[in-house]
């Protein structure tokens, strides 16, 4: 069974919940592209990443995201696989660019990862914090993204919660799951509350 990224339920909600996710490290690369396709082509070299592409030529199983203890021969990949758009330095660049990310398992940092062999592919630490979270089944399609990213973006509104940065897009099956029993998430990072709870 695939392993998980840990995280800590801090409050649901009808439409979503507050977690608290750890310091992790991701093995990210870049994918230029259409939203549906930019996770595909991504996930391959992030795959080869961990299928032992990579300096110690080291075999990390996935995970959802990546969550386990480095071992001599294996580690795990973790789900899920997240997806983020980023803003490109060329303003007449029309095709978007994503950061496709596999997260790789707890226990691992910048010091003990197993380097890439892949120029495109980089490692990147994440630091502890909180965020929202909705989750739904479908297919990865724009629109079944941004229908659920404006649930999310509405709830959040609605609850008072501050929400940081760009969103993420979470999905937790490999491409030949039926699209219908898919299970996917968005992320928002969310601002901390006061140490006093006061705004």
């Known amino acids: 069974m695939t392993e998980k990224q840990p995280y800590q339920v801090v409050q649901e909600y009808d439409q979503f919940e507050v977690r608290r996710y750890p310091e992790h490290l991701l093995a990210e690369i870049e994918s230029g592209g259409s939203f549906e396709g930019a996770g595909n082509r991504g996930f391959r070299y992030l795959f080869a990443y961990i299928s032992g592409e990579n300096q110690a030529t080291q075999k990390i199983s996935m995970t959802a995201p990546v969550v386990q203890d480095l071992s001599s021969e294996r580690l795990e990949m973790t789900a899920p696989v997240l997806q983020q758009a980023f803003a490109t330095q060329d303003e007449n660049q029309r095709t978007p660019k994503f950061r496709i990310a596999f997260v ?26 909180l965020a929202a979270v909705i989750r739904f089944s479908g ?20 609850t008072g919660l501050t929400s940081l940065g760009t969103p993420r897009f979470a999905r937790f099956d490999p491409p030949f799951k039926p699209w219908f029993v898919r299970h996917n998430e968005i992320l928002l990072d969310l601002e901390e509350p006061s140490p006093s709870g006061k705004e």
């Open 139 to 158: 297919g990865w399609s724009t629109r079944n993204y941004q229908q659920h990213l404006q649930m999310l973006r509405t709830a959040l509104k609605e």
């Open 104 to 129: 790789l398992p707890e226990g691992f940092t910048l010091q003990n990862a197993p380097s890439p062999t892949n120029p495109n592919v980089h490692l990147r630490p994440v630091p502890a914090g």
